[in-house]
């Protein structure tokens, strides 16, 4: 196994969160993605890891409907 391989973590999602993946990789000083590997694969940092699912996590919860005022 590479250093690089050893060092990271894969991610699977459906295509909608990896794009919110890829949109949060792309703010200034927050790269964790290391290879985009297909439509629903990408390899993150492992010590990013937990990071990126709580943001995540945040960012679903913007966008799911709620009926409470």
Do not use: C, W
Request: glycine share 2%; charged share 35%.
């Amino acid at each position: 196994m590479s250093e690089s391989q050893s060092e990271s973590s894969p991610l699977h999602s459906d295509s909608a969160v990896k794009q919110i993946l890829l949109t949060l990789d792309a703010r200034p000083g927050q790269s964790f993605i290391i290879e985009d590997l297909d439509e629903f694969h990408v390899l993150i940092r492992a010590d990013e890891e937990q990071r990126v699912k709580r943001e995540l996590e945040g960012e679903l919860e913007k966008n799911t409907y709620s009926m409470e005022a």
